[in-house]
T-cell receptor, first 115, second 109 residues
């Protein structure tokens, strides 16, 4: 299996621009997670899906952030408009667990820099 | 408030020694705890999971303990090697998986 695939690996954009990050989970995994990692705050859970349905989005910082999972093999995290404080590495992870809490398989991350 | 604490300072040890990393938490009652390894520029990789009713779990040179009374987990790497150098993250399961900020381990020859 190819693992969790994220794109782009690196994104540099200017403040105010729209950013879309993409994720393809491992086939057959029921859960998909979006995390954000910074030096100051570590890995923060933004949102997670179970069977394509958003379950908990309490970690999404504000309305500028949105996430979708239109099918079992694709998810997007969108930031509109982007701000410099959104600069971070964004990770997507999937899990095969039949309930929340199983081992997570992470992608390699998308490093976002907002100027 | 809920908190997961890992030593933010890097741990430097000599090759062959045992590395011990600590994960302390407050105001959580996790059903289990996980440890991950993260290399620079890469995503975290799962290492071990220990359940609340387990005191200890081993995998090759790795050993994890879980003390729900002390609210602490210890992660040991025996016979450490330079290739073990990485950041190690603990994660608690409540209704979702919450990560600590990680401890960087440096093993020097």
């Amino acid at each position: 299996d190819a693992g969790v695939i994220q794109s782009p690996r690196h994104e540099v954009t200017e403040m105010g621009q729209e950013v879309t990050l993409r994720c393809k989970p491992i086939s057959g995994h029921d859960y998909l997670f979006w995390y954000r990692q910074t030096m100051m705050r570590g890995l923060e859970l933004l949102i997670y899906f179970n069977n394509n349905v958003p379950i908990d989005d309490s970690g999404m910082p504000e309305d500028r952030f949105s996430a979708k999972m239109p099918n079992a093999s694709f998810s997007t995290l969108k930031i509109q408009p982007s701000e410099p404080r959104d600069s971070a590495v964004y990770f997507c992870a999937s899990s095969p667990g039949t309930r929340i809490g199983g081992e997570l398989f992470f992608g390699e991350g998308s490093r976002l820099t907002v100027l | 408030s809920q908190k997961i604490e890992q030593n933010s300072e890097a741990l430097n040890i000599q090759e062959g020694k045992t590395a011990t990393l600590t994960c302390n938490y407050t105001n959580y009652s996790p059903a289990y705890l996980q440890w991950y390894r993260q290399d620079p520029g890469r995503g975290p990789v799962f290492l071990l999971l220990i359940r609340e009713n387990e005191k200890e779990k081993r995998k090759e040179r790795l050993k994890v303990t879980f003390d729900t009374t002390l609210k602490q987990s210890l992660f040991h790497i025996t016979a450490s090697q330079p290739a073990d150098s990485a950041t190690y993250l603990c994660a608690l399961n409540t209704d979702k998986l919450i990560f600590g900020t990680g401890t960087r381990l440096q093993v020097f020859p």
